[in-house]
């Protein structure tokens, strides 16, 4: 039994060494781009809604409008996680919880730091045994 060809409906043999694509099989002569008719290989071929394209005139998904206004609208939203507390924390001048502005970090920036001396790094070195890394030995 032999197939028929996607484009031209026209049996296919074996013998003309049909082209299989996903969606169809073509002659060698039918296996063309829809668009620019230019002859196609495997590699090149790109199949679209049952028609053969080369690369460059497969049909692009176009969006659609009411997907672009919802994620244009969740994009806007406000995020869970800056909620109220933190925009009634930014009208109250209070500094905010996240980033350098938060208590921690600033107070970690302030605190005083033990002097790098060389008698510091001595010390360093007595207590760590002269390893610099730690693990198994």
Same mark, same amino acid.
């Given at each position: ?8 409906? +026209?049996?296919?043999? #074996? ?25 196609? +290989?495997? !590699? $090149?071929?790109? +199949? !679209?809604? %049952? ?18 206004? !919802? ?7 406000? !995020? ?10 930014? #009208? ?23 002097? +790098? $001396? ?11 045994? %002269? ?5 198994? #030995?």
């Amino acid at each position: 039994m032999s197939d028929t060809c996607s484009k031209c409906s +026209t049996p296919i043999y #074996a013998a003309e060494n049909p082209v299989r694509v996903p969606g169809g099989v073509y002659h060698n002569a039918c296996f063309k781009c829809a668009t620019c008719a230019s002859k196609l +290989t495997l !590699k $090149t071929a790109n +199949t !679209k809604d %049952g028609a053969i394209y080369c690369k460059s005139h497969v049909p692009s998904e176009v969006p659609d409008q009411g997907l672009d206004v !919802k994620t244009t609208s969740a994009i806007n939203a406000p !995020k869970q996680h800056m909620g109220a507390r933190n925009l009634e924390e930014k #009208a109250a001048g209070q500094g905010s919880s996240y980033g350098a502005g938060a208590v921690g970090v600033s107070s970690a920036i302030n605190s005083p730091k033990a002097p +790098t $001396t060389v008698n510091q790094i001595n010390k360093m070195e007595v207590r760590h045994n %002269g390893v610099d890394k730690f693990g198994s #030995a």
